[in-house]
C-alpha cells in the first residue's frame, strides 16, 4: 500500500533523531520533532498552499471559465457553454488561516 512513495533511502524529515529510511537510532520511544542534519528546521505544519484558483484576463477569480456561444442548427439557435483554457494565470501560493499538519507527518495524533 502507499505506492506514491519511494523505495530509496532517504532522510526523513520528522524523524527522531534523522536517521535514515525512517528507521530511529533511539528505542522509537521518542516522538518529538526533531531538526535535520544542519541548520534546517523540520515542522510538521503546513502555511501555504499552491491555490487551484485562475485570474482571466477581465481579472476575475474562479476555478473554471465558460464562455455562452449560440449555435444556429436548422434555422434554431441553441446556447452552449464553451470552456475557456487559454489565457488564464494561476493565482499562485496562497497562505493558509490555520496551519494544517503535514500529510506525511508519522506520529499519531489521536488514538481511538
Known amino acids: 500500500m502507499g505506492g506514491s512513495g519511494s523505495k530509496a533511502k532517504s532522510v526523513w524529515p520528522f524523524s527522531g533523531s534523522g536517521a535514515a529510511g ?11 520533532v526533531a531538526r535535520l542534519k544542519g541548520s534546517r528546521n523540520a515542522t510538521p505544519f503546513v502555511f501555504t498552499r499552491r491555490s487551484s484558483l485562475y485570474y482571466d484576463e477581465d481579472g476575475d477569480l474562479a476555478h473554471e471559465f465558460y464562455e455562452e456561444t449560440v449555435v ?12 475557456i483554457q487559454k489565457n488564464l494565470i494561476p493565482q499562485g501560493v496562497v497562505k493558509l488561516d490555520h496551519p494544517c499538519i503535514h500529510v506525511d507527518f508519522p506520529i499519531v ?3 481511538v
Do not use: F, I, P, V
Not at 72 to 83: A, H, Q, V
Open 22 to 32: 525512517g528507521e530511529s537510532a533511539s528505542d522509537g520511544n521518542d516522538q518529538s
Open 72 to 83: 444556429t442548427k436548422n434555422g434554431r439557435k441553441k446556447s452552449k457553454l464553451k470552456r
Open 109 to 111: 495524533l489521536c488514538e
